[in-house]
């Protein structure tokens, strides 16, 4: 193979002296170091390709066209106003009132709320000072407060820096949250005073349920109502779930990656907790209740006529599990009814289909000493003859 390789070689390749001399074989095989080798010409052993075809753009795929949002519902002038007040957390709140009321053209949702307000920095922002002013400026017919998510940390307690949930730490932030349910009171106002959900951190979890215990006395005591949403951010076993049944049942996600931020579907989730007792603050029909009242948007509610009888409602009897049948009957299938009022008729017919008392030695009879079974009488017959 290396001598067919030198030969080929050879071919392309010629010794500038053996051009006036002759070669041989030898001075293929063994050159001469004096000898130069001049380059014939060049050799194509891959002949150039030929030159690509430009591909003609493929036409932009045709994407479907988005379905238009449906235009949003105008509030009526005198829609009662729902006014939310607190930190990031009454932010998510008021938007997921706002998608809940959003066909509802008698409720208007306002929000007033401050991101990182709270009770502990009076020198930021003094809840208990500024409601009053906001009531009066906004003139809502119910007030919903949800904050507290930024407290925890140090308060100034006269000349001390208290650490969260310490006794004078507890002691001053119990004062100023009365002190803001008071001023919501005063302002004649009903309110609904949200609490906080769980968290992903352990330590800011059980924080959260010595707030709520706070906020719970504080609303009870100035005439307000604590809703309690704890249950819905939590599973079985009380821990902090990120995902979560949403207002429909299905598994959304609930939380940020953060666990403390709330998703849409979790923000909507909350509401749906303030939506019922709100319905009822503003005396609106409960959604989705047997009998509301569906009314068009941008028609008033149509009060039901005195003296009308109910509306029929298409749903089954509830069955009591102490009801054998099942039925609401206490009747075994197949027995007559029997008239009320008449006991003998029933003690009849409830001593009809019993089976016979036991029979002198029958093997039903248990009687002690065993009676003697009496013979059976044994026909006449007449006009036999004795073979």
Do not use: C
């Amino acid at each position: 193979m290396a001598l067919l390789a030198l030969a080929v070689a050879g071919a392309f390749y010629t010794p500038a002296r053996a051009q006036d001399q002759g070669w041989s074989l030898r001075d293929l095989l063994f050159p001469r170091r004096s000898e130069r080798y001049e380059l014939l010409g060049p050799v194509d052993r891959f002949p150039p390709a030929p030159p690509k075809k430009a591909r003609k753009p493929r036409p932009a795929a045709q994407q479907p066209a988005a379905a238009p949002e449906p235009p949003a519902v105008e509030k009526a002038e005198d829609a009662k106003v729902v006014l939310v007040i607190g930190d990031f957390l009454a932010a998510g709140l008021a938007e997921g009132l706002e998608n809940a009321f959003a066909d509802n053209p008698r409720v208007r949702v306002v929000d007033r709320s401050k991101g990182s307000s709270g009770f502990v920095r009076e020198d930021f922002y003094n809840w208990p000072k500024e409601v009053g002013a906001i009531i009066t400026a906004e003139k809502p017919a119910a007030v919903v407060a949800m904050l507290g998510s930024n407290d925890r940390q140090q308060m100034q307690v006269g000349e001390t820096r208290e650490v969260p949930l310490s006794p004078a730490w507890t002691s001053q932030y119990t004062q100023r949250t009365k002190a803001f349910g008071g001023a919501i009171a005063a302002g004649k106002v009903p309110f609904l005073w949200v609490g906080m959900p769980a968290f992903k951190s352990s330590k800011m979890t059980a924080d959260m349920l010595a707030f709520n215990d706070i906020y719970r006395s504080a609303a009870q005591q100035n005439h307000g109502e604590f809703i309690d949403i704890w249950d819905g951010f939590v599973d079985e076993n009380g821990a902090f779930v990120s995902t979560g049944p949403d207002i429909n049942g299905q598994p959304v996600r609930l939380r940020g990656d953060d666990g403390i931020n709330m998703t849409k579907a979790g923000k909507r989730k909350i509401a749906f907790y303030a939506e019922k007792p709100l319905m009822k603050i503003l005396g609106l029909p409960a959604l989705d209740s047997p009998g509301s009242l569906h009314v068009p948007a941008g028609e008033p509610a149509r009060e039901p006529e005195a003296g009308a009888p109910p509306a029929a409602v298409d749903r089954t009897v509830p069955m009591l599990l102490s009801d054998p049948a099942l039925d609401g009957g206490s009747e075994l299938l197949g027995a007559v009814p029997v008239a009320r009022g008449d006991a003998a008729a029933k003690q009849k017919a409830a001593t009809t289909d019993l089976a016979p008392g036991p029979v002198p030695g029958r093997a039903d009879d248990f009687s002690w000493p065993p009676k003697s079974a009496q013979p059976k009488p044994v026909p006449e017959v007449t006009g036999a003859t004795t073979p």
